[in-house]
């Protein structure tokens, strides 16, 4: 059993016994990568945020229903896109969009309407795309999916230390890649 999986089952028992800084802990720990797997279904950032936190909520609620039988990590994301389906749905329902103006505003629409983030950011993607599969897949995992380095570790069946080098490796060859870009 690995150090991670021994810390996260000795946070799990605290967070039962209703310890608050074991949850605090288990939040810090999980709300990037949850957050953003709330993100990419609900597509908002404050109804992803509401989402995640619900989901937590949740989750320390019915804590006694978790039988380990996969990672914490992959149930809590579970309950994560479970919420974040219903979020979608709902908001779904209600939302009309008229197509009365859509005409004047895209001729209206001009080069300075850019959002320079935007480009930015797909030049980085773009760029991503071009270092190893090693390299991208690490990158992905801690800084798009949100996962630390034990959660990294855990994932890709690596040692603490070997993450740390991948992934300081991969950033240096993505800051390459933009430089030549």
């Known amino acids: 059993m690995t150090l991670t999986t021994t810390n996260i089952e000795a946070l799990l028992v605290l967070c039962q016994e209703g310890n608050r800084m074991a949850q605090l802990e288990v939040y810090n720990r999980y709300q990037q990568a949850m957050y953003n797997a709330a993100l990419r279904i609900v597509k908002d ?5 509401d989402v995640m936190q619900e989901s937590f909520i949740t989750a320390f609620d019915k ?56 480009v930015q950011a797909r030049k980085l993607l773009e760029c991503m795309e ?14 798009i999916e ?16 070997n993450c740390r080098t991948l992934i300081s490796r991969a950033k240096e060859s993505l800051r390459k890649k933009l430089i030549n870009a």
Do not use: M, P
């Open 45 to 49: 950032t404050a109804a992803a945020e």
């Open 146 to 161: 949100g996962y630390d380095y034990e959660e990294c570790c855990e994932i890709l069946d690596i040692s603490y230390a």
């Open 63 to 118: 804590l006694h229903t978790f039988k380990g039988t996969a990672s914490f990590g992959a149930w809590l994301k579970r309950i994560v896109i479970n919420n974040s389906i219903v979020q979608y749905r709902k908001a779904q329902r209600f939302q009309q969009v008229s197509d009365d103006g859509l005409a004047e505003e895209a001729d209206d629409f001009t080069e300075d309407h850019v959002d320079h983030s935007q």
């Open 130 to 143: 071009h270092i190893h599969e090693n390299y991208r897949r690490i990158l992905t995992l801690h800084f």
